[in-house]
């Protein structure tokens, strides 16, 4: 897997962007949001909700999602 591929994509807020910062705890690890205030709309996420889904499976266990193998 191509390392561009599992990069969290970039946000540029509009120079107008009231944003805010959301720390939640998630187990024994956070997610933390880029809030828009204005909309509630979440703008960035990390981890992405897919890696969360995936770290809620029972077979799920760490490392699975990163290649070593060059």
Same mark, same amino acid.
């Given at each position: ?11 540029? #807020? ?16 956070? +997610?933390?949001? /880029? &809030? ?10 990390? #981890? ?16 699975? +999602?990163?290649? /070593? &193998?060059?």
């Amino acid at each position: 897997m191509d390392r561009a591929e599992l990069s969290v994509p970039a946000y540029t #807020p509009a120079p107008s962007a009231d944003l805010r910062l959301v720390i939640e705890p998630h187990g024994s690890s956070y +997610v933390y949001k /880029t &809030i828009d205030r204005r909309t509630g709309e979440i703008v960035s996420q990390y #981890p992405v909700e897919e890696i969360l889904k995936m770290m809620s499976e029972q077979r799920y266990t760490a490392g699975v +999602v990163i290649s /070593t &193998i060059a």
